[in-house]
């Protein structure tokens, strides 16, 4: 992995305006699937209990790991009293759900802008309630988007950690991966003999991050993350992200190099799925290649995935938006975009959508809000939110990311009314 | 604080968001930050709607909160204006907005542009979705309603309003079309159907009609209160779900309107097939089936109705998540002999859905996810509902054609049971045995056999005593013999069977107790 000699900047269309994007309570619903022995609390308003159901769609019908503490009139009139109730209804939340280890409180815009303080709270009631950690962090509209949400409740799980270190030997995989790919990227550091575990665990034990720790982030979306890494003496591994071969190549030598591992070993391990990867992909870069994408700024996941979109099944890239766009995380992929390319990052969506309309690009990466007016003005949409809740890193998945943005263009050809 | 996994009805700015993108020439600038926009995907996920809804949000956030939140909301609110060109502006804000005190409705007022600017309060914290709705279009039509008596246009026949339907309502698009109908064979013509399809000078001209159709309460309530008093206009009240219910509604229409009786009549008598398909004797099946009933206070109510009058089902439980209108709900439980569950916690719905047994569920989406896990059938009567719940199709609740619907839809799942209990009857037989191909594919076995769906619980086959509260045990011979009987009695069987052998201490239920509660039950 080599990065271009240049280091030019490309520039940046900063907006502020109307935001169409979730706020980060959406999380809850990977998160709380994720890490199995936790349960998500949001003390927010009906608006939030509302918005997470119509995220999350039919989940909410098994039994999830998440509710909302819904204030009313009353707890707004006095902070003792919403203290109070917070008590009362965690006691009787642990006292259904037994099994639960690790209890999230959720902050939300109402419970930021009334000043609840919820990490005093989660303090309180890791006292009252043995057997349970209480962790807090802000999944709020006001201070996070979208996948800001997990960002921020990796961080708090990192800070608030007290139990027994880690192994400062072992690589770190930072960011929550659907357990089929952590799976896979289990194996493939196995059989490079580097010692590995991933953060979030499925069952969370509150291991500290040992000082000396080398991590290599999975996910383009965790600055509070790594900069708590950081504050406990673990350093981040630079590389692209695990997006298509070439990142996920560039990701695993990265993290190989760190481990003293040389890249004929990687080499030898990776080939094969490598090679049945980049099969995969000829395949897509025939329906893809040549076709142009416009990205509203969503989950953070834009630049590289407009990186792997362009390289390697030729796309051509209009707009690539970004609700934040950390340089240094993005330091392996931002030299990969063409100069072409127009970025942005925040969003007036108004203006987003006339430059949309003028670049009249073949396929649109939006929101849900947006996918089916723009469907009726007659373009084709990919909904982003697939994008988090699908199965994307690494090789095996390179294929199926390609196919997420295909799919709506193979259908469009096949519809003859 | 009340704990809560999932709401019956989102937040009042949701309803608010519900009338604005039904009508025309109207945009809301709502004070909320940006996670309040997922409203947006209810209306063109749920409903499949192909505009955005005309809403623009601040989307303030942190940074703003301690500087000028209140310059951020007149910027957009003046941004949206040159933009969308709107006839009328709503204003307000979210419940964190609500938190902050910018004062939308001053300072939309103070944005002098030259089209009215109505704000509405939404008291996030105390009222829900329906309420928001109400509220919504009460302050849009007190906005553009002179309140003065208007001269109604002589020389027109009978004219009335239609009040109530919004977007992401439950089939309102098809109740419209069909009251409609309904409405030009009585001989009255629609001034204004409001919010769904109305623009602000809609609204000003309601006051033009006779009468005015409340085909929605929850929503339509206070505005129908409102124009009975400053305008004098009479409201029709009748629900016209069921048949029973559309022959009240034509009547009442009829009596206002001054329609000529003969036509009345002919109009009540020609009430579509329900009240045949109800009556033909594949209908036997149906009477006395439990059905739990739950949804909003309108369609719960008018439901009850339908299932006890028009398909002679047993209704066994009736409630609702409006607590606004709670009241007629319990009337119209007690009239039922019954005790209404005024709820919006589904977790006490699925207790008493449990506790019930119904045979049948109509409800919404909730009910129906209930129902499943319950392995109850189920039909949805009321919102909230699911992009499913939008059919392609013509499908309207009210009305006759509402009424053929409904027997479709709450008897096809019952069939979809006879079926199976057909498929379970012959399964002895040596073609149905599993492992049996169809006999029009050669009869061949086929590999990997699965067990049969069983539709009564298995009991188990050994007859220790056990004490007799709490589940009974059945002998494997009573338990054969339950098998025998059709399905859509077995329940009640299973039932009454058990209530005698406790009442009487009868441990294990045998096939003689099977007897002896049939024979003690009949025709009591």
């Known amino acids: 992995m080599t990065l271009a000699a240049d280091h030019r900047e490309l520039p940046v269309l900063k907006e502020r305006g109307q935001h169409e994007v979730f706020c980060g309570l959406t999380g809850i619903v990977w998160l709380h699937r994720k890490i199995q022995n936790a349960f998500f609390l949001v003390v927010g308003s009906r608006t939030c209990a509302h918005l997470i159901q119509s995220a999350a769609g039919v989940m909410i019908f098994a039994e999830p790991r998440f509710a909302t503490a819904i204030l009313e009139e009353k707890d707004l009139a006095g902070l003792a009293d919403a203290n109070e109730e917070l008590d009362r209804v965690v006691s009787r939340l642990l006292a259904r759900r037994p099994e639960i280890e690790l209890l999230f409180l959720v902050g939300s815009c109402p419970s930021e802008v009334i000043k609840l303080d919820l990490s005093k709270t989660a303090e309180r009631l890791s006292a009252s309630h043995p057997g349970t950690r209480v962790l807090s962090y802000s999944g709020s509209g006001i201070e996070t988007t979208f996948t800001q949400g997990e960002d921020a409740c990796l961080a708090a799980m990192v800070r608030g950690a007290t139990g027994a270190p880690t192994d400062a030997n072992e690589l770190c995989v930072v960011g929550a991966l659907p357990d089929v790919v952590e799976d896979q990227f289990q194996r493939v550091f196995e059989r490079l003999e580097i010692p590995v575990r991933f953060l979030p665990a499925r069952r969370d034990a509150g291991a500290t991050v040992a000082p000396g720790t080398r991590y290599l982030l999975a996910q383009p979306f965790l600055t509070e993350t790594a900069r708590a890494l950081g504050e406990r003496g673990a350093t981040r591994i630079p590389a692209p992200f695990p997006f298509g071969v070439e990142g996920t190549r560039g990701w695993l030598s990265a993290g190989a190099a760190a481990f003293g591992v040389s890249d004929e070993r990687v080499e030898a391990v990776v080939a094969p799925a490598e090679a049945r990867a980049r099969k995969a992909l000829e395949r897509m870069r025939e329906r893809l290649g040549g076709k142009k994408i416009f990205f509203f700024p969503d989950s953070q996941l834009e630049v590289p995935l407009a990186r792997f979109l362009h390289r390697e099944v030729g796309m051509e890239l209009t707009e690539v938006g970004t609700p934040y766009l950390h340089r240094e995380h993005l330091d392996h992929e931002l030299p990969m975009l063409p100069e072409s390319v127009r970025l942005s990052e925040g969003q007036d969506v108004e203006r987003q959508l006339d430059r949309l309309r003028a670049d009249d690009p073949d396929l649109v990466v939006c929101g849900l809000g947006l996918a089916n007016p723009l469907e009726a003005e007659g373009r084709r949409t990919k909904w982003s939110i697939e994008l988090v809740f699908t199965p994307v890193h690494g090789y095996e998945q390179a294929a199926d990311l390609a196919e997420l943005f295909a799919r709506p263009l193979v259908r469009a050809e096949r519809l003859a009314v | ?524």
């Open chain 2, 1 to 524: 604080m009340k704990l809560s996994v999932w709401t019956y009805e989102g937040p009042p700015h949701v309803g608010a968001m519900r009338v604005v993108t039904a009508m025309r020439d109207v945009h809301f600038v709502l004070h909320a930050p940006q996670g309040d926009t997922y409203a947006d995907l209810l209306f063109t996920m749920i409903e499949r709607r192909a505009e955005r809804p005309p809403v623009t949000y601040t989307t303030f956030q942190a940074r703003d909160l301690g500087g000028d939140t209140a310059s951020l909301f007149k910027r957009s609110a003046l941004e949206a204006y040159e933009r969308f060109q709107p006839k009328l502006m709503l204003v307000g804000a979210s419940c964190t907005a609500e938190l902050i005190q910018d004062d939308p409705a001053g300072l939309g007022l103070a944005l002098g542009l030259p089209i009215p600017v109505v704000p509405v309060e939404l008291s996030a914290y105390q009222r829900k979705e329906n309420w928001g709705a109400g509220e919504t279009l009460y302050r849009l039509v007190r906005a553009c309603c002179s309140p003065e008596p208007v001269e109604r246009p002589s020389g027109r026949g009978p004219t009335c309003n239609l009040l109530g339907p919004t977007a992401l309502g439950f089939r309102h698009r098809d109740d419209v079309l069909e009251i409609t109908r309904l409405l030009e064979r009585l001989g009255v013509s629609i001034n204004v159907v409001a919010p769904l399809g109305a623009s602000p000078e809609d609204l000003a001209r309601l006051p033009e009609a006779d009468f005015n159709v409340m085909l929605y309460p929850e929503i339509a309530e206070p505005t129908v209160r409102w124009l009975a008093k400053a305008h004098g206009q009479p409201t029709v009240d009748a629900i016209p779900i069921g048949v029973s219910g559309t022959r009240d509604f034509v009547r009442q229409v009829a009596e206002l309107a001054g329609t000529e009786p003969s036509l009345v009549q002919s109009i009540l008598a020609d009430a579509g097939r329900l009240p045949w398909y109800s009556r033909s004797v594949d209908s036997t099946y149906l009477t006395g089936k439990r059905v739990f009933v739950f949804g909003d206070a309108t369609h719960a109510i008018a439901a009850a109705r339908v299932a006890t009058e028009e398909l002679g089902f047993e209704v066994v439980g009736l409630g609702t998540y409006s607590r606004e209108q709670a009241r007629d709900v319990r009337k119209a439980a007690k009239a039922l002999g019954l005790t209404a569950l005024i709820s919006d916690d589904h977790l006490e719905v699925e207790e008493a859905m449990e506790e019930l047994r119904p045979e049948l569920v109509l409800g919404t989406q909730m009910e129906r996810h209930i129902a499943k896990r319950l392995g109850v059938p189920c039909a949805m009567i009321s919102a909230p509902a699911h992009v499913h719940d939008y059919p392609a199709r013509y499908s309207p609740q009210m009305g006759f054609e509402g009424a053929n619907v409904l027997f479709d839809t709450w008897v096809h799942p019952l069939m979809m049971g006879l079926e199976e209990h057909l498929l379970g009857m012959f399964r002895e037989d040596f073609e149905f045995v599993n492992g049996a191909a169809p006999s029009h594919l050669g009869g061949a076995p086929i590999a990997a056999p699965e067990p049969a769906a069983e539709a009564a619980p298995e009991a188990p086959a050994a007859a220790a005593p056990a004490p007799i509260i709490g589940e009974l045990t059945w002998t494997a011979e009573a338990t054969r013999e339950l098998k025998k009987i059709p399905f859509f009695v077995r329940g009640r069987a299973r039932r009454n069977t058990e209530t005698f052998a406790r009442e009487r201490g009868l441990h294990p239920v045998t096939l003689e107790t099977l007897y002896e509660a049939k024979a003690y039950f009949q025709g009591r």
